[in-house]
């Protein structure tokens, strides 16, 4: 017989997200709370899972600064102007998975013909990483 209705992990990050509206709502688009909530965020990582989350934020910081620092449903992200999360990451241990994702929403201007990824599978960071990582984030936010 087929589950119906969400698993443990996803009702957990339904509560977080709303958690973080009604933060989010009482901030406004306060760099700094952004910033102390994804950095908080990343703190409660695993260890390898933090790596990517401290990889991530360095690489957004540096290439897209105007991204604002937020979290998505618990999960480290970087907002467009309107707030809108344009690329975040999904950490493994948080949903039992062998490997982080960094996932870009549709806002993200990785379009490429008529098919492109949107998700990239990260079991551990380093320099190749954090280069294509780069790119990435640049093509998204030109």
Not at 30 to 42: L, M, P, Q, T, Y
Not at 96 to 125: H, K, M, N, Q, S
Request: aromatic residues 8%; hydrophobic residues 40%; charged residues 30%.
């Amino acid at each position: 017989m087929a589950e119906s209705g969400l698993s443990v992990q996803e009702r957990e990050a339904v509560k977080q997200r709303a958690k973080e509206l009604r933060a989010q709502e009482k901030a406004g688009k306060d760099r700094a709370a952004g910033d102390a909530a994804v950095r908080e965020a990343i703190a409660k990582l695993g260890d390898s899972d933090r790596a990517t989350g401290e990889g991530l934020y360095r690489v957004v910081t540096k290439v897209a600064p105007q991204l604002l620092p937020k979290t998505y449903y618990g999960m480290p992200a970087f907002a467009n102007e309107a707030g809108k999360p344009v690329v975040f990451l999904r950490p493994a241990d948080k949903f039992g998975e062998r490997y982080a994702t960094i996932g870009f929403e549709d806002r993200a201007a990785l379009d490429d013909g008529e098919l492109w990824p949107v998700a990239f599978a990260v079991p551990a960071w380093s320099a190749q990483v954090e280069a294509r990582v780069e790119d990435l984030v640049r093509t998204a936010t030109r």
